[in-house]
Structure formats: structure tokens, C-alpha cells
Nanobody, 117 residues
Framework: QVQLVESGGGLVQPGGSLRLSCAASGNIFSINNMGWFRQAPGKQRELVAL???????RYEGSVKGRFTISRDNAKGTLYLQMTNLKPEDTAVYYC???????????WGQGTQVTVSS
């Protein structure tokens, strides 16, 4: 059974840093693309960053240069290093992964990130 469990969220001051982790269980060697999404109150869920099985990355415009996505395929773990955090980064952050061969998609339960002084 596949599970994605996020950790690392919390309260941080503007300009601070956080590192989110997402641990996958199940057949981790079948994981294809992985990504981080976020949803702020009253807004739609949006893609923050994506990383392919081969390590190619893509970022949403407002986080480029501040966030870094990475993964450890051997452990089935996804990371998001967030620096220079801004109040507008406040949201629930969700981990997402799709699994070969059928592309079945899974979500984590989310972790809250709050940027406030």
C-alpha cells in the first residue's frame, strides 16, 4: 500500500528557511515524477516544484531561486529546501507522486507552513 508522509512544516519568520520531507512507502522503485504543491486559504492548490525520475526539475515562478526540490530514489524520499521565505508562501504543502507503469497518482496529508513575524 502506498503512503506519502510529509514532515518539516512549521512557523518561521520572513527571510527564514525550512526543509520539507516526504517519505514514500510501498513500491518506491516504481515512483516516477514527484512534486510539491501548496494550497493557501481560499485559493486553489498549485504546483510549487516538480522533479522527474531522472532528476529534471521545474519550479513555479515565484519560488525560483528560493526553493530547491530534490529526491533520494533509493529511499523514496522527496525534499523541498525553502529559503528566504515570504508571508505569501504560507500554505499547506502537499507531496505528490505518480507510480509506474500506470501513472497512478498519490497525495500526502499535507504539512502547514506559516511565514509570519
Amino acid at each position: 500500500q502506498v503512503q506519502l508522509v510529509e514532515s518539516g512544516g512549521g512557523l518561521v519568520q520572513p527571510g527564514g528557511s525550512l526543509r520539507l520531507s516526504c517519505a514514500a512507502s510501498g513500491n518506491i522503485f516504481s515512483i516516477n515524477n514527484m512534486g510539491w504543491f501548496r494550497q493557501a486559504p481560499g485559493k486553489q492548490r498549485e504546483l510549487v516544484a516538480l522533479i522527474t525520475r531522472g532528476g529534471t526539475t521545474r519550479y513555479e515562478g515565484s519560488v525560483k531561486g528560493r526553493f530547491t526540490i530534490s529526491r533520494d530514489n533509493a529511499k523514496g524520499t522527496l525534499y523541498l529546501q525553502m529559503t528566504n521565505l515570504k508571508p505569501e508562501d504560507t500554505a499547506v504543502y502537499y507531496c505528490n507522486a505518480d507510480f509506474l507503469p500506470l501513472g497512478v497518482n498519490f497525495w500526502g496529508q499535507g504539512t502547514q507552513v506559516t511565514v509570519s513575524s
